[in-house]
C-alpha cells in the first residue's frame, strides 16, 4: 500500500469527520472526489498544481498589479481566492482555509493594505474550515481593514465567510447565487456489504462508556433525531444566527426558505438582504478601499 501524504492524511481525516454547510447538488457532484482522496491508492494529475497568490492591485490609481506586499503602495488591496469545496487544509492543488487566513492575516498587518477583498466562488465545505477565516477577518478589521466578499457560487460555509465581511457584491446577475443556509451529514453504512462478504463487524464499548458515539449508533439503526439534536441543530442554529446578526437591517425573514436552505440568484439575493450590490470586481475594490478610507478616519 502506498504511504499517504500528508496533505491527503489531514483531508481524509477532516472528510470522515463528516459535517458539511454544502449546497446538496455540489455535495453530490463532490461524491467521486472524496472518494479518490479517501483512496490511499489513489494518483493525482500534478499538473493541476495551485497558483501562487495572494494578488495584489490599486485600482484608484492605476491598474497594476503586484506580487509581493513591499512593492506596493500604500492604500493596496489584497485580493483572495475561495473557490470549489472549502476544506481546513490544503493540497498541493487547492489551499485549504488554514492557509488563506495566513495570509489574510499578513495582509492585515502589512502597512501597504488598507482593504481585502474575497473572490468567493464555493457552494460550502466542512464546517471545520470555517474558524480560521473568521478568525482572520475579525483581525483584519480589528486592524482597521476593509474586508469585502465578491462572490460568484456563494452557498453554506461560503456564505458563513460573506457574512462576516463588510459588503457582500455579487459578481454578475447571471449565474451569482447566494444561501444554502443549512447544515448537512452524509455517511455510508458499509456493514451490511462487508457482512455479506464474510466479515463480522463487532463494537465493544466499556460499561461506563454508554453514550459514547451514541448519536451514530443510532443513526446506523435508522435513528437520526439525537445526531440532528445534538450535532446538525445546534450548527444550523448558530449559523441562522449568525446570518441574523452579520445581515441586520438588511435581512428579510419573511422570505420563505430564507433561513432554511433555499438559494437565490443575484438580483433576489440583494432584494431579500442576503447581499448588497451586483457588480464587477473593480467596483469591489474600490468599495473596500472606500471603506478602508471611512475606516481610517473612524480609528
Known amino acids: 500500500m502506498r504511504p499517504q501524504a500528508n496533505w491527503q492524511v489531514l483531508l481524509s481525516h477532516e472528510i470522515k469527520r463528516g459535517i458539511f454547510m454544502m449546497n446538496p447538488v455540489i455535495a453530490i457532484g463532490m461524491a467521486s472526489f472524496f472518494q479518490k482522496i479517501l483512496d490511499p491508492e489513489a494518483n493525482f494529475d500534478k499538473s493541476f498544481e495551485r497558483e501562487d497568490y ?13 506580487s509581493k506586499y513591499d512593492d506596493a503602495p500604500e492604500g493596496s488591496t489584497a485580493l483572495f481566492h475561495i473557490t470549489g469545496p472549502m476544506f481546513k487544509y490544503g493540497s498541493w492543488w487547492a489551499y485549504g482555509t488554514e492557509e488563506i487566513a495566513q495570509m489574510i492575516v499578513a495582509a492585515a498587518l502589512h502597512k501597504n493594505i488598507s482593504s481585502i477583498v474575497l473572490r468567493i466562488d464555493s457552494g460550502g465545505g466542512a464546517v471545520s474550515s470555517l474558524a480560521p477565516l473568521i478568525e482572520a477577518i475579525k483581525l483584519a478589521k480589528a486592524k482597521g481593514k476593509s474586508v469585502v466578499a465578491h ?22 446577475s447571471i449565474s451569482s447565487e447566494l444561501g ?11 456493514i451490511p456489504y462487508y457482512e455479506k462478504e464474510g466479515f463480522k463487524h463487532h463494537s465493544i ?26 450535532y446538525l441543530n445546534p ?3 448558530d449559523f441562522q444566527n449568525h446570518v441574523r446578526e452579520s445581515r441586520a ?18 438580483k433576489e439575493a440583494v432584494e431579500h438582504g442576503l447581499a448588497d450590490d451586483i457588480g464587477s470586481l473593480s467596483m469591489a475594490i474600490e468599495r473596500a478601499q472606500q471603506l478602508a478610507t471611512i475606516n481610517s478616519f473612524s480609528i
Request: glycine share 6%.
Open 54 to 66: 495572494p494578488s495584489l492591485s490599486r485600482y484608484h490609481d492605476s491598474d497594476d498589479t503586484y
Open 151 to 172: 462572490v460568484d457560487l456563494c452557498g453554506s460555509c461560503a456564505y458563513y465567510i460573506a457574512c462576516e465581511c463588510d459588503l457582500t457584491i455579487c459578481s454578475n
Open 180 to 190: 444554502s443556509i443549512g447544515v448537512m451529514m452524509d455517511f455510508w453504512d458499509l
Open 205 to 230: 464499548y466499556a460499561d461506563q462508556s454508554e453514550d459514547k458515539n451514541k448519536p451514530f449508533k443510532m443513526a446506523l439503526e435508522g435513528k437520526y433525531e439525537l445526531i440532528k439534536t445534538e
Open 235 to 237: 450548527l444550523a442554529i
Open 249 to 266: 437591517g438588511k435581512l428579510n425573514e419573511k422570505i420563505p426558505g430564507i433561513l432554511n436552505g433555499k438559494t437565490f440568484y443575484a
